[in-house]
């Protein structure tokens, strides 16, 4: 039981280039989430998927897109990669939308 | 957005002492939940709480539901050198289902 998959693990990006981050998760889990962790910041909602077919955004969703695949997938896209989103991402995914949310390992990501 | 304030934000203690940290807000929460995070990590979920009040334990770990619902308490006893890493705590709060806020963490470190 792998739990919640995420690749890449690592990144590095120049400025303005796009790339799509993947996520999967095993347990038949209907809401996903994206969270960014900058030093100091704990983690921050970028966007989540209450269930499938669904999306909203977070705390933080601008310069993000999202796609919701299947009740597995949840991917998070950077169409024009900044400095500022130099940070680490998780992915994370709970039974239900009022349940603890369990993580992936992260994605650190450099935008130079 | 709001975040968590949570104390200490890090804390060197010996091997076998316990250990004491707390999450405070301004709003009420209907859910808490304590991570921990080992470096290169995602958070690993402990202990959730659901009701004002609530005390529950995991092996060494005891957090507590404050009774105003804007605080709760995460105490480790009888520390080992395992125990270093990150704690996160995180709530949800009322109609804000599927979002959760994360406190800043305190960081905990073990000396033999």
Redesign the interface.
């Known amino acids: 039981n792998a739990g919640?998959t995420q690749t890449p693990k690592f990144q590095v990006l120049k400025t303005g280039q796009s790339m799509t981050l993947q996520c999967a998760q095993d347990m038949n889990h209907n809401?996903m989430?994206w969270?960014r962790q900058d030093p100091?910041?704990?983690?921050?909602?970028i966007y989540?998927s209450?269930s499938e077919g669904t999306t909203?955004k977070?705390?933080?969703p601008n310069g993000y897109n999202v796609s919701r695949l299947n009740k597995r997938e949840f991917s998070l896209r950077l169409e024009s990669a900044a400095p500022s989103q130099t940070s680490v991402y998780?992915c994370?995914s709970?039974k239900t939308?009022?349940?603890?949310?369990?993580?992936?390992?992260?994605t650190r990501l450099t935008v130079v | 957005g709001q975040q968590l304030n949570q104390s200490p934000q890090s804390m060197f203690i010996q091997e076998g002492e316990d250990v004491s940290m707390n999450c405070t807000s301004s709003s009420i929460f209907n859910t808490w939940l304590w991570y921990k995070q080992d470096p290169g990590e995602g958070p690993v979920l402990l202990i959730a709480l659901y009701k004002a009040g609530e005390l529950t334990s995991n092996g060494r770990l005891t957090a507590q539901f404050g009774i105003t619902r804007k605080d709760s308490f995460l105490n480790i006893s009888a520390s080992i050198p395992s125990d270093v890493g990150i704690y996160f705590c995180a709530g949800q709060k009322p109609g804000t289902a599927s979002k959760l806020t994360f406190g800043t963490g305190t960081r905990l470190q073990v000396t033999l």
């Open positions: 919640v809401s989430y969270y100091g910041m704990g983690l921050r909602l989540y209450a909203d977070g705390e933080v998780f994370a709970s939308k009022n349940t603890e949310a369990f993580f992936g390992q992260g």
